[in-house]
């Protein structure tokens, strides 16, 4: 995952009050660089809304995207950590870590999706990403 997460799009301790707040915290760090477009976190929103709290994966993890889109600039990758677990409205809540993907199209997204399955699908993982106090210390685990 090395080439597709950078160190800015990493942020720790992210105060968000709900779960709409954390998808757009974690969206609005690939706005800022440039890489999507507003429209994508409005998307990653309604995604939650009509097809309920899918992105929540596992225990405590909620992977953000929606379909790839002409609103997606650039393949990017953004994770957070919360301050404060919120819900979704999973069996896996509370969640404390989110990771955002942003694909330009469907090939892109499928491998991006299995770099993250590599680095982060395991459970230990997750809770390790959550305990980490600086962005630093994010990246090195996940880059590691």
Known sequence: MKEVISINNIKVNVNVKDWREAIEAAGNILLQNGNIKKKYIDDMVK????????????????????????DVLENSVSLITLKNPVKFGSINDPVNVVLCIACVDNISHINVLKAVAEKLMIEEMIAKIALCQSVEEVYSLING
């Open 47 to 70: 995604a939650v809304v009509s097809m309920g709290p899918y992105m929540v994966i596992t225990p405590g993890f909620a992977l953000a995207h929606a379909k790839p889109s002409s």
